[in-house]
């Protein structure tokens, strides 16, 4: 089977689980703030900025805790978004307000997000559609303009960049993912950016339960009379990652200019030879100046075909998917008007393999089955 997504993970990060296995310890610690520092670098930014936790998904409900998101706000955000962006609004009991996405790129534009702005908006959340930075510029600006906060989801975009600047800290938080289907994977782990290194140490504090002092041997080497000792300022999670999950991490980042050019180069290849294929559209070019992680690459079938081709393909060992499922059309959250370009794009997109591993020759057989398949109407 050709799988839609896969790490590569090799002897690199072996040796490095083996250097943690051998130090003594596993749980959160030196590893944990190298793979903080190396990701704040590899940002731009300093390392106050930063905090890592134990999924994007917790990062986005930390996001909404941060911005003191609760009853009686509405958070727009697009309606092909992560579902955890969604519940972390929804968890806090404010509403999520969906806004439609530009049909070919599926990310929302700035007038998307306009449109869906309300009095009681507190937040905006976008993402970055497989990797494409969108208008994000434009939306951090809509947003500083009205003092609305903006959540960049970033987990799409490790390495996304507009004239230069990192995706993910155009707004006030930007969180990422390094699950198991990402472009640098940990296992499991997420990061948090925020342009006020103050909501950092909150969100440090907040991702170990709230207390005060998060390090008994700390308060050991002041001098602390009974280091044990604990106060909880907030009553909150567990939601830190851990050495082990660092030390991976921190090999792949080192790892993700070699892990794009591959991407890069297999979009390319499928732009080349799936261009003039009839009824099919690959993703439009990028805009000057932005870079594109290459996390997914979409084709567009017109005909109603979309589900026929994927089931065909499946059936000749080649996996595709759809991301993100519409949010407006998930029954807990079915709310408002219809958003007829997502609804199109939502029909019409498919998702098909890219991931570093993927070797010429696969590459080759999803090019020849797309087209066949395409070509034959999905029958
Ligand atoms: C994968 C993903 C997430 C969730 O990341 P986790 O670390 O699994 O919680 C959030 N947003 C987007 C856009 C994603 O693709």
Known sequence: MINVFQPALG????????????????????????????????LGVGGDHVTSLNSCTEALFLAMELLEVGPGCDVVLPTV???GAANAVAARGARPVFCDVDPRTLNATAD??????????????????????GEVAAIAEVCRERGIALVEDAACAVASRVDGEACGTFGDIGVWSFDAMKIVVAGDGGMLYARDPVLVARATKLAYLGLEQVSGFDSARRGAYRWWEIDVSSFSRRSITNDLAAAIGHVQLGRLGEFVSRRRAIAE???????????????PPLP????????????????????????????????TTFRYPLLHRVPAYRAGSPLPRAEWAAQATLCIPLHQ??????????????RAAVLDGGR
């Open 81 to 83: 978004s992560w579902v």
């Open 112 to 133: 998307d997000v306009v449109a869906a702005l309300t009095p009681r908006t507190r937040a905006v959340i976008v993402l970055h559609y497989g990797g494409y930075p």
């Open 11 to 42: 002897d690199q990060e072996l040796a490095a689980v083996r250097e943690v296995f051998e130090s003594g310890w596993i749980g959160r610690g030196e590893r944990t703030r190298a793979f903080e520092e190396a990701f704040a670098k590899h």
């Open 288 to 319: 000057a100046g932005h870079e594109s992680s290459y996390y997914l690459y979409w084709v567009q079938l017109d005909g109603g075909i979309r589900d026929a081709v994927a089931r065909r393909l499946y059936e000749r060992g080649i996996y």
């Open 357 to 370: 591993g993927l070797d010429d020759g696969a590459v080759e057989r999803v090019v020849t089955e797309l």
């Open 269 to 283: 290849h499928y732009d080349r030879e799936l261009a003039d294929v009839p009824g099919l559209h690959c993703p």
